[in-house]
């Protein structure tokens, strides 16, 4: 069971920008994974946006489970062309989404998301 208790990530808008943030330091506990899933997917079918950003300030660790909440976020993002931006990802965390395709420090090949260090260049990035 999890240290933590809901709410685990925000959501808030920055003109038709939305920024979700995880508020737990790993993501590895099947539970707190699923239920930050299903709060940042209500939050983007909740909230009007063109755009996402996912500020990961807070987070140091993600399992393979914790992966899938990007995932299922990706494919429940209306409309399925919406980017989504990570920011201020740790080196190790950068790496690993580098090494699952995630992320991509080239353009080619395509990646479901993007990443930049600040969520200034998330921001800038998206508009």
């Not at 209500?42 to 909440?69: C, E, W, Y």
Request: with cysteine; glycine share 4%.
């Amino acid at each position: 069971m999890s240290e933590f208790s809901p709410p685990y990530s925000t959501a808030h808008l920055n003109g038709d920008i939305l920024v979700l943030t995880p508020l737990v330091t790993e993501l590895r506990d099947s539970g707190l994974c699923y239920e930050m899933r299903d709060e940042m997917i209500n939050a983007t079918q909740g909230m009007p946006h063109k755009r996402v950003v996912i500020d990961m300030r807070n987070v140091d660790f993600v399992s393979s489970i914790g992966v899938l909440v990007f995932l299922n976020l990706r494919r429940a993002a209306p409309p399925q062309e919406t980017k989504i931006v990570f920011c201020n990802l740790t080196e190790n965390l950068k790496g690993m989404f580098q090494i699952c395709k995630l992320i991509s420090e080239t353009d080619e090949p395509a990646t479901p998301f993007e990443a930049v260090d600040t969520l200034e260049s998330a921001l800038a990035a998206t508009s």
